[in-house]
């Protein structure tokens, strides 16, 4: 892909915890007519069933759920610090009542058809659905966990298999 270069997940060197705990990322799914992308801190990467997969939760009240419901794919993108405000703005408004990835200054990629992220993008991380589970608060082990959930809004977990990692060369 043109001003990336493709990583081999079993040689992906990025710090994982870092990545999604202070840089955020985005999940998007979707077509290039139609898309749309949440700003996302909570999520992992592992090895499940011998393949590199990602992790990644969402609330079934996001507009982003019912694309990643409806598609194969997701993407995870990671941004460099200048564009944090895009991110918050990509995490507090909703695709379903403006074109907020307009608004936030970021031009959509196709990668396939069903596979969307951002030209802006430092890595991105195309993921095929692979399983999902929904959070239950009577599996919760931690009683402190709940607290997250005011709204009584629980999390679907999807994990993704890792199809291709791609790093914006400089």
Aim: net charge negative; glycine share 6%; proline share 5%.
């Amino acid at each position: 892909m043109n001003g990336y270069k493709d990583i081999d997940p079993f040689k992906f060197k990025e710090k994982p915890f870092q990545k999604l705990a202070n840089e955020w990322m985005l999940i998007t799914a979707g077509k290039q007519d139609s898309f749309n992308t949440m700003t996302a801190a909570w999520g992992g990467y592992g090895v499940l069933w011998s393949e590199p997969v990602i992790y990644t939760f969402i609330r079934p009240t996001r507009y982003t759920y019912e694309f990643v419901e409806r598609e194969e794919h997701f993407t995870i993108s990671f941004f460099n610090k200048n564009w944090r405000d895009a991110l918050n703005l990509l995490g507090t408004v909703s695709g379903r009542d403006r074109n907020k990835v307009k608004e936030a200054g970021l031009t959509p990629l196709v990668i396939e058809p069903d596979e969307i992220a951002f030209c802006e993008a430092e890595l991105i991380i195309v993921c095929r659905k692979i399983y999902y589970q929904d959070i239950k608060p009577e599996n919760f082990l931690n009683p402190e966990i709940v607290r997250h959930y005011n709204a009584n809004d629980y999390h679907r977990m999807y994990v993704g298999n890792v199809e291709k990692i791609l790093s914006k060369e400089a």
